[in-house]
């Protein structure tokens, strides 16, 4: 879903998924606060990537802010990483996808 919000309508890098996640921080109502507390600890990519999965779920997430300060703190304590919630989007969009068909 973030890929139309991308610069020009679209996300084909790395630098455009960042602005498209910029634009998705202020939409979620994710403070700019949560987002660079994320950034310095995760990383500009890896935020922009968490914000993404947290768009993909935004209607089963109550505070977008306080789920992207969560994911912060667990990071600083290394227990955090991405791919748990890439496999998770990814599984849930494999089962979206098998009940159109």
Known sequence: EIAGLGPAGGVSSWRELMSAAVT???????SPSAYQDACEVLGDV???IAV????????HITSAGGYLRNLTD???RGKFSLGP???A???????TIGRRA
Do not use: D, F, H, P
């Open 24 to 30: 998705v921080r202020s939409m979620l109502g994710i």
């Open 74 to 76: 667990k990071a600083k």
């Open 85 to 87: 919630m890439l496999y």
């Open 52 to 59: 993404a999965c947290i768009y993909e779920r935004s209607n």
């Open 46 to 48: 890896e935020t922009a």
């Open 89 to 95: 989007l990814v599984r849930q969009s494999s089962s």
